[in-house]
């Protein structure tokens, strides 16, 4: 039977491209709308080449373009999980073994093929999801509403910087998808990543404050260490950290899969050897 | 068989682990310009397998430094992963209390629910050591702030609040007549340093 591509592990896949950014931004009142409007724009950017992908795919040179592409997110996705995992967990080890763990992972899960990284992203986004909004409802009684500010002018720089991280990934595989009926689960995707992430750039302004988030690396991995079940589970942040580097190791996997593209002219299971 | 070939990978992130020591509170005293940081130790070596707390402490011309000096007294790894408390003297706070708040959000190690409290009539070592009982400080400041005793400001509020006009709140205890430790009202700190105590609840306390 041809593999197939449904639409929910569509929505999924894409819904893993917005919270793959949540460990790495910034929290300040003015995050929440730059996420919002930058995911809205990804969205829209989405449907947009997910409408176009038929063409793409008949054409060799944009293959090419866009396997190129690829590799832009796909080594800012490696570097800065390298670097989180080299300040968090693994203090004493280089960034190197740690890139080099990465890639073999992400390629272990990309020989699967598109199509299976996409049906695997389904329960990464559930388990995410659930994750996140489990992580958000328990600090919820410590939340200080008067952190909470209207948007400003100031969140152009930070709406830009998250489009220069989102719209490169969500194009390319937008574009890769193997049928143009599934925009709609682009855009679905998209819209539910960005309002999950939005959200919970909320949750970690209104915990630590924009001062307090100023000082932190990553405020909504630290923020997420406050969310305590008495004192049984005080880690918080290690069972929100661990979905959301999932997430990103889904997003690199489908990104690998975009760029061998040219090469293996197929969205499932990339063969390592020839066929006997 | 296929998986074997990445085992070598997967050993590239082990390594010799050091055994840890878990602090569960701290204390900073300061005098003459020279900071005294005192650690209590949780162990668990003792027969019947009960946690007792040890006590270390180091010196330093600042937080950081005494922080160094202590983690280099001990052989395996200082954990401040559990630390629940942070005491300050009076002396200790007499200074701005910014940088101090900044590095402790940034180390990576200290949890943002750490509660700092100022210690008044005495040293914050000698408080912290007045209790034989592990995590009694921290329970004692969650149980107060709970029932509107003591101000709730853990770390991650106070930085903020410091932050934002360099005014703040924090608890403050003492040793009562009876020698056990007692909340005693709160330290209000003005300039991001101790400005004067309100005693009794909070609101309806009157100064000190």
New interface residues.
Partial sequence: MRERLFPRWCTALFALLPMSELLYLPADGQSVYAAALACTVCALAGIGAARLSDRIRHSAPAQWVLALTSLFPLLASIARMSIFLQ??V????SCG??V??LT?CIL?MASMGLNRCAMWALPIAWLAGTVLLLSGVLTFTQL?PA?FSAPTAALLPQFRHILYSLLPASVVLAFSLPETRLSASVSRGLSAGGALLALLLLRTVL??????AA??PYPAF??A??A?IGNFA??GEVFFAVPLLLCEVGRCAALVCALLYPFTRTCGVLHLRRPQ | MNLLR?LP??L??C?CAREVSPVSALALDCKNGVYCLTAEVVRQDSPDDTAAPAYLSATGTDVTDALRNLRSILPGDLYL?HAQVLLLSEDAVSESILPLA?YL??E?DV???LRAAVVRDGSAAELLENDNEVYALSELLDRSAQDGILPDMPL??V??????DGTAILPALRVDAFGQTAPAGTAVFKNERLNCFLDGEIGGGAYA
Avoid: I, P
């Avoid at chain 1, 693994?90 to 080890?93: A, E, I, Q």
């Avoid at chain 2, 930085?159 to 934002?164: P, Q, Y």
């Fill in positions: 300040k968090t693994f203090t004493g080890r073994s740690t080099v763990l073999v272990f200080t952190s915990l630590l404050g924009a001062n307090t000082l932190l630290t923020a260490g406050l305590a005080r880690h | 990445f990978l997967l590239l992130l390594g992963s900044d959000c940034r990576n949890r943002l629910s991650y509020r930085t903020d609040v410091l932050h934002a």
